[in-house]
């Protein structure tokens, strides 16, 4: 029987949980995992991270990311004109697991499923998810419901913060980069530096909880959204 976890990313086990909608990539074979990629990354003394890759990876992969859970940024990388993933691209203000029990595990990892919407552990749901590793996800800042005028606007203003069950919460924009743009396999280091990154932390967004449109994402594209009107 699979163990019960606490963090967002599953409603109840780490496997056997309900799907509310169908992968996105359902190309994807890869299987839930908790292990870690024998790809080996290392932090530098300017808060960049560096990957080990080869020239397979290199083929099919544009990026790889670096998830810094102290600061909660998430920096990712492109190719340089050596083919080595040392060229920042952009950087998102974040929210890794809060300490005490909840923190987001460190290591170098690959990703693997995607989801439109995903049910998560506290009986909430993420918009735009990309598996990490096990259970633990990067996602949009969870809703009440189904909904994507229902956020949990109080938590959306931790972003920036250390503040989720494990997952790295995104802004909706963000999240959507993420699961449009890393292909199946990308890999991820999450680690812990004093520097946030050579693009530093970018100034996470804000929703004003007193305005009627507090249940929206300001940064989610949906035409419907009405801060883009």
């Given at each position: 029987k699979a163990t019960t976890t606490t963090t967002e990313a599953e409603t109840t086990t780490e496997e056997t949980t309900t799907e509310e909608t169908t992968t996105a990539a359902p190309t994807t074979a890869a299987?839930?995992?908790t292990?870690?990629?024998k790809a080996a990354s290392g932090v530098n003394s300017d808060?960049?991270?560096s990957f080990s890759t080869d020239a397979n990876y290199a083929s099919s992969h544009k990026y790889c990311v670096g998830v810094n859970r102290q600061q909660n940024v998430v920096?990712?990388?492109g190719k340089d004109d050596n083919g080595a993933y040392t060229k920042p691209v952009c950087a998102f203000a974040c929210s890794c697991g809060r300490l005490g029990g909840n923190e987001t595990p460190t290591g170098t990892f690959k990703t693997s499923d995607r989801y439109d919407w995903r049910f998560m552990?506290?009986?909430t749901y993420g918009q735009y998810a990309t598996r990490i590793n096990g259970p633990i996800l990067f996602h949009s800042v969870c809703y009440f419901t189904k909904d994507k005028s229902n956020l949990e606007y109080d938590e959306y203003n931790?972003?920036?913060?250390?503040?989720?069950?494990g997952c790295v919460r995104l802004c909706c924009r963000d999240a959507?980069?993420?699961?449009?743009?890393?292909?199946v396999g990308t890999i991820v280091t999450i680690y812990d530096s004093a520097n946030p990154g050579p693009?530093?932390?970018?100034?996470?967004?804000r929703v004003d909880v007193n305005s009627e449109n507090r249940g929206w994402d300001p940064t989610d594209p949906d035409p419907n959204n009405p801060w883009n009107k």
């Open positions: 299987p839930i995992t292990t870690t990629t808060g960049s991270v920096t990712v990388y552990y506290d009986n931790k972003l920036g913060e250390n503040a989720s069950l959507k980069w993420i699961y449009d743009n890393l292909a693009l530093g932390k970018p100034t996470p967004a």
